[in-house]
């Protein structure tokens, strides 16, 4: 050690709350955010992973809590934003995590899983927009974190309407960025390939050719979580925007 005393990260103590918190990015951010001393507010549908993971935080010294949250229902996030401020006085940033990934080609016209991927990835998004910003402006500090695709930025065959709900993500973010003047962070993070439960809605084709690529070339999703926590540990002054991770192998 050098000696040199380094003021606190900007993590400590922080409310954050979490979509998509029950399994791979959303879980390893909640374990790392909570692991440097913010309290986590986690939502996502499957209860039970819920209540496991809030346990895992709170039996390493954390503080966690949780609350069902299906993204697509606007009452859904809004009781998300509203338990972080009941439970611990405020919420200092939303990181919407939540979506999903029915990959196929457009000759196949899966009209429902598109719709799908609009109603989770992009208005899932808009939702938390419209329960957390009020309360930034309120509190006059707050912090948006969106996690995007790599899929936007390289666009392929198959996953032309999910980059597509990505990449209104990304528009969205930077419209809100612009608006937010200078109170308010907006942050995107662009995985790549990383090791999540993303194939497990894709037709069984699909899963095969996924998880064949992510057992190739795939990081760990707190990989992605260490590029959540950079954002949210700068400076109040300081904004992040965005944040491409990706395997060195991907093409």
């Not at 009452?75 to 509203?82: F, K, N, S, W």
């Not at 000759?107 to 609009?118: A, K, N």
């Amino acid at each position: 050690m050098s000696g040199i005393a380094y003021e606190n990260d900007g993590i400590e103590g922080k409310v954050v709350a979490i979509t998509g918190a029950g399994s791979g990015i959303g879980e390893a951010t909640a374990l790392l955010l909570a692991g440097r001393g913010a309290k986590v507010v986690l939502g996502g549908r499957r209860t039970e992973r819920l209540h496991a993971l809030a346990a895992r935080i709170e039996r390493a010294g954390g503080e966690a809590a949780w609350t069902r949250t299906d993204v697509t229902r606007r009452e859904d996030v809004t009781a998300l934003v509203d338990l972080a401020r009941e439970r611990f006085g405020r919420l200092d940033v939303l990181v919407g995590n939540a979506g999903v990934g029915l990959i196929s080609p457009l000759d196949e016209l899966r009209v429902e899983d598109w719709e799908r991927m609009i109603d989770v990835n992009l208005k899932g998004v808009l939702y938390g927009i419209a329960a957390a910003l009020p309360v930034f402006r309120a509190q006059g500090s707050g912090h948006f974190v969106h996690t995007v695709s790599t899929a936007g930025l390289r666009i392929v065959p198959l996953q032309a309407v999910y980059a597509a709900t990505k990449n209104a993500v990304r528009t969205l973010s930077e419209g809100l960025r612009q608006e937010a003047g200078d109170s308010l962070r907006v942050t995107v993070v662009s995985p790549g390939v990383t090791r999540t439960e993303f194939a497990d809605s894709m037709s069984p084709q699909m899963q095969a050719l996924v998880r064949d690529r992510m057992y190739r070339t795939a990081i760990p999703p707190d990989a992605i979580a260490r590029a959540i926590a950079y954002a949210v540990e700068q400076p109040a002054n300081v904004d992040v925007g965005d944040i491409v991770v990706r395997p060195t192998a991907q093409d």
